[in-house]
Nanobody
């Protein structure tokens, strides 16, 4: 079994910065893709940023230049540095990871979600 544990809830003013972290633990052979998604009230969950095991990254257009995703492979941890936050960044943020648990099995696991609130 694999668990993803995210950092706690965050409240910040517009223009401020936050750093989210998410650590995977359990029966992990390797981790391929790790990413951050978010879901605002009344909206669909969307990919915010992702990073592969080879450190290739991709970002949603709405966060390019403001957010930076990184990972520590030795600690199975992914980070999301969020700068110049806007009220529209308010959402529940979820981390996700494509975890290879055996030679032939790769599954996607999700964190429990962490609330990020940006006040204007």
């Amino acid at each position: 079994q694999v668990q993803l544990v995210e950092s706690g809830e965050h409240l910040v003013q517009a223009g401020g910065s936050l750093r989210l972290s998410c650590t995977a633990s359990g029966s992990i052979f390797s981790i391929n893709f790790m990413g951050w998604y978010r879901q605002a009230p009344g909206k669909q969950r969307e990919l915010v940023a992702g990073v592969t095991s080879d450190a290739f990254t991709n970002y949603a257009d709405s966060v390019k230049g403001r957010f930076t995703i990184s990972r520590d492979n030795a600690k199975n941890t992914v980070f999301l540095q969020m700068n110049s936050l806007k009220p529209e960044d308010t959402a529940v943020y979820y981390c996700a990871a494509d975890v290879q648990t055996t030679v032939t099995t790769t599954l996607t696991y999700w964190g429990q979600g962490t609330q990020v609130t940006v006040s204007s």
